[in-house]
């Protein structure tokens, strides 16, 4: 297991505890008693840290390296996925993958970022990052699930659009802005998850949905609590504090009114039992499905135009 | 009518003999550096009669130039920012937003205005780059969606003008929302049939160039106006590259196909009066 900065403490326990066992297991010293100490010694120290997790500790969460992605998503929850590549204009964008499954025995159309787990992997999903492409087949599809009369799932995962040369001659800003307008008024259900990143337009280009969740150590927000750090206090050393004054996590998304749920995660994070998390989230989206089953088309239009419409805290005199 | 006019060789000094010159007679260029009389860079609507650099003017300017006979009626102007987040970094967002409206005596970077253009009733959402960069705030959100809101209930063409550094970040999420806010109320004016037209002035980037100033029926925008979703300098650090000549110019966008045209502000009245006049005039309701 990857352990973050701040589970050092653990990270040195799990190693005392390795040794005990090697011991143990050499069978010439009974450890049994150092085991069973060291143990709950971190079971104990987990909960303390977990228990009082700061923002900038949650983001961290979020980019966890063994934390499940869309594709672990995919698999643990749509069965017979059939995968559909590119936009039709230009080429396919690996770093978000789309396509249609089942749901138990309802089809749905599935849209995600992709990270990579590997070297090679990270490279070809680009980090997670988005070109022009991937917002343009993500909505090709979209649009295919309208057709289809199909509800749409989106797994939000990214550090942001790509930021590049030709990023830009496609036109990036078109691409999302296009996906905001469209969204808003597909006459299909959307259920969006934040599963670890949602760094700004990159996040929301498929984040116009009827219900919004994020899982409880992820972050939503305008910008990186590292890149408002460099902007606003001028360097790279604020980032806690960014993260503080972002306002970021879910708990927080969800009392601003920015988001409508939180899914649990297991405990200490996704990572450490992914297929609890992959539980948490189909559940959440049975739920969802459950609940739109019988919204009329212009209902649902009307009432996300609405919601969105609602966003944001202003002074009128 | 022209509004361009080319000042005769007199005029013209270089501002190193311009020093000892009182602020206000002469205006120094921004990109040329070289100094012209206020009046004449006024009556030339900020442009630079030499070099032809569109310099940021504000919102009501662009009211006052679009508008028929300058007459217009503002709307919405009582709206202003919060701070939702009680943010701080080195400074009070709070600070920062009574510091913008005591230096430029406007409640927001975004205002809008309903008048005539060529006879057509037309409602105008321009922002304001003085205003925090132009940034995009819960209540410049809110004023563009009432705007757009306005336009379809009175069924209207629109014109937005955007000139905005992009998100405001010290309303975080709530200045991402902004963006889906903005294009889901442009996805229900969309359906009147009316022609909305999005200006992009220098500069227009992040936020705005991914929410609703690339949605327009018609992306018009000035002359060598910066324009792109992430910032040069972001860019260069990622690619670790220099970024070619030109690169997220009017004039690059229109090449790649973004922008229908790039317009001169002498000629703006003119060619989106033209525009709403060719698609506009049909379905406009009680025009008198
Ligand atoms: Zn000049």
Redesign the pocket.
């Known amino acids: 297991m990857v352990f973050l900065e701040f589970e050092k403490t653990l990270e040195d326990l799990q190693e005392q505890l390795e040794k005990a066992e090697e011991t143990q297991s050499e069978g010439k010293v009974d450890m049994t008693e150092t085991i069973n100490q060291l143990s709950s010694i971190i079971e104990k120290e987990t909960k303390n840290i977990y228990k009082n997790l700061t923002r900038w500790q949650r983001v961290q969460l979020s980019r966890h390296p063994e934390r499940p992605y869309t594709l672990d998503y995919i698999n643990h929850i749509i069965s017979g996925f059939i995968e559909l590549h590119g936009d039709r204009l230009v080429k396919d964008d690996k770093a978000l993958v789309a396509g249609f499954g089942k749901v138990d025995n309802q089809t749905v159309c599935i849209i995600g970022h992709q990270k990579g787990r590997n070297t090679k992997q990270r490279q070809e999903r680009n980090f997670g990052m988005a070109n022009p492409e991937g917002y343009r087949k993500a909505l090709r599809i979209m649009k295919l699930a309208e057709k289809f009369e199909v509800p749409i799932i989106t797994l939000i995962d990214t550090p942001g659009a790509y930021p590049g040369i030709e990023a830009e001659e496609r036109g990036q800003g078109e691409a999302i802005a296009r996906n905001l307008m469209e969204m808003s008024v597909l006459k299909v259900p959307i259920l969006c998850v934040v599963i670890g990143e949602g760094a700004s337009g990159g996040a929301l280009g498929i984040g116009v949905g009827d219900r919004v969740a994020m899982l409880e150590h992820t972050w939503y927000s305008v910008i990186s609590p590292e890149s408002c750090s460099s902007i606003l206090w001028r360097n790279w050393e604020h980032k806690e504090e960014a993260a503080e004054a972002l306002q970021l996590t879910a708990e927080d998304m969800l009392k601003n009114k920015l988001i409508d749920r939180v899914i649990k995660e297991p405990f200490g994070g996704a990572h450490r039992n992914p297929e609890l998390a992959c539980k948490n989230v189909k559940s959440e989206i049975k739920r969802f499905i459950r609940d739109y089953r019988e919204m009329n088309a212009d209902e649902l239009v009307k009432n996300r135009v609405e919601k969105f419409g609602q966003m944001g805290v202003y002074h009128e005199d | 009518m022209s509004w361009y006019k080319r000042l005769s060789e007199g005029i013209r000094t270089k501002t190193e003999d311009k020093k000892s010159t009182p602020d206000g007679l002469w205006h120094k260029?921004e990109?040329?550096k070289?100094a012209i009389s206020t009046k004449d860079f006024l009556s030339n609507l900020q442009v630079?009669p030499?070099?032809g650099?569109h310099h940021k003017i504000d919102a009501e300017s662009y009211f006052k130039i679009l508008f028929d006979d300058q007459k217009f009626t503002k709307l919405f102007n009582n709206i202003s920012p919060a701070d939702p987040l009680n943010f701080q970094d080195t400074k009070k967002y709070k600070d920062r937003i009574e510091k913008a409206i005591a230096n430029t005596k406007l409640n927001e970077a975004a205002s809008a205005a309903i008048g005539k253009i060529s006879g057509v009733k037309t409602v105008i959402a321009a922002m304001d780059f003085r205003f925090i960069g132009g940034s995009m705030s819960s209540a410049v959100g809110e004023i563009l969606a009432r705007a757009i809101d306005k336009a379809t209930q009175e069924t209207t063409p629109l014109i937005i003008i955007s000139k905005s550094g992009g998100a405001r970040m010290m309303e975080a999420a709530f200045s991402l929302m902004q963006m889906a806010k903005t294009s889901a109320k442009l996805a229900i004016y969309q359906k009147t049939g009316l022609p909305y037209i999005s200006l992009l002035t220098n500069p227009t980037t992040g936020g705005v160039t991914a929410s609703f100033a690339m949605l327009g029926d018609f992306n018009i925008a000035e002359p060598k106006a910066l324009i792109g979703f992430a910032g040069p300098r972001v860019i260069k650090e990622t690619i670790g590259k220099d970024l070619p000549q030109g690169f997220q110019s009017s004039e690059f966008l229109k090449e790649h196909g973004f922008i229908d045209f790039i317009v001169h502000r002498s000629d703006l009245k003119q060619k989106i009066g033209n525009l709403i006049l060719l698609v506009g005039k049909k379905k406009v309701k009680s025009n008198t």
């Open positions: 260029c990109s040329c070289i630079c030499e070099c650099h």
